[in-house]
């Protein structure tokens, strides 16, 4: 009879066997953090030890969220945020795990959040080098109805270090050194850039307790199918916008295309993960109601902007590159478009091309 020592070996033998080399050699998010420190040898290993705090967050909150009706964390907290937007439990809990995980790196001296309405500070004793901005928890809204919802994010160096002040976080938003969201749905996935023309995408195995990269060098469709926009707005859009999505839904014979489809989830992450992966537009205009467009700029739209620049794509306001952009306060917004490089010059084509109430054309 064999002995329970050499019953084990034998399966550990056959199941090498069964299994290739590509199969047990994953790739975890923290591996892959180190291998690109790894790739510059004047590196500190200070970034690394900053996303390791961003994954812890993303991490605790993915438990919540998929816990969030069991634990009764679905439901407003009874606050608004300085958007003027009533906070959902979930809003506040994500927001303050992100706070503690990220001071306790000791790798940030600010941090902006969309739900803190000044900026940041982090104590003295553990202020590093660089500044994140975030949205804990993009699309909350949508969570008592399970929909899928994220974390957005986005990481600057500061130029003077720990000893930065203030001034040095409203930046154009062609200084961001990273960029990220972190999606919470069927599965939770990590899209992440440190530019090099790279975007990766991880899942997370909830077994192991790790992201994986499942999606290695995102390339976004130079031409999609596909647009994602509030149309419940069209009424207040200017003529270049109106315009522009007229030609996606009735396309001229000239121009050889198929009308696109529309998907609009209402949860920026989600829009903009599938069109990243799929192609076509993901779009947020300005409007009569919100001239200075919806989404805001630090955490919103810099990340996503980035994000797809970085996957081949483009990201304008119609008129300007998004990030191209300076805010002048934390919290302002700006009008958005992004998509596949040739979506996105019909964009800027509709604009070149029609009057718009933004430059004082149409009233």
């Not at 200070?46 to 438990?63: P, R, T, Y």
């Not at 909350?140 to 930065?164: C, E, M, Q």
């Not at 990220?180 to 850039?193: A, E, K, P, R």
Request: aromatic share 10%; proline share 4%; hydrophobic share 35%.
């Amino acid at each position: 009879m064999l002995s329970h020592a050499r019953i084990f070996w034998q399966f550990v033998y056959s199941a090498k066997t069964m299994t290739d080399h590509k199969q047990t050699n994953i790739m975890t998010l923290t591996r892959y953090v180190l291998e690109q420190q790894r790739l510059h040898p004047d590196a500190t290993g200070d970034l690394s030890i900053a996303m390791n705090a961003v994954q812890v967050g993303c991490k605790f909150v993915e438990a919540c969220v998929r816990k969030a009706r069991l634990i009764n964390l679905v439901g407003l907290a009874g606050n608004q945020n300085v958007q003027g937007e009533d906070q959902k439990k979930l809003d506040v809990l994500s927001n303050e795990m992100f706070v503690n995980a990220l001071q306790a790196s000791g790798k940030f001296s600010f941090m902006v959040s969309e739900e803190v309405d000044d900026i940041v500070v982090v104590p003295e004793e553990l202020r590093g080098k660089y500044c994140i901005t975030f949205d804990p928890l993009d699309g909350s809204s949508n969570i008592d109805a399970g929909v899928n919802v994220g974390t957005i994010f986005g990481i600057w160096r500061l130029p003077s270090g720990p000893k930065a002040t203030v001034d040095e976080i409203l930046v154009a938003g062609s200084e961001i050194i990273v960029g990220g969201y972190c999606m919470y749905g069927s599965s939770c996935n990590l899209i992440l850039t440190f530019g090099n023309n790279q975007v990766e995408g991880f899942t997370l195995d909830p077994a192991l307790g790790e992201f994986i990269l499942t999606h290695p060098d995102i390339k976004i469709p130079n031409r999609g199918k596909i647009y994602s926009v509030n149309e419940g707005n069209s009424l207040y859009w200017d003529a270049a916008t109106r315009a522009y999505f007229e030609s996606l839904k009735f396309p001229t014979p000239e121009s050889g295309r198929k009308p696109y489809s529309s998907r609009y989830i209402g949860s920026m992450v989600a829009d903009v993960h599938r069109t990243l992966l799929y192609g076509g537009v993901f779009a947020y205009p300005s409007d009569r109601k919100s001239r200075q467009g919806k989404l805001r700029i630090l955490y919103e739209s810099f990340p996503m902007a980035y994000i797809t620049e970085q996957a081949g794509g483009k990201a304008t306001t119609g008129t300007t590159r998004v990030l191209d952009l300076v805010p002048k306060h934390i919290h302002d917004r700006c009008p958005i478009f992004l998509g596949g490089a040739d979506d996105i010059s019909d964009v800027e084509k509709a604009f070149k091309e029609n009057n718009n109430w933004l430059d004082g054309t149409q009233q």
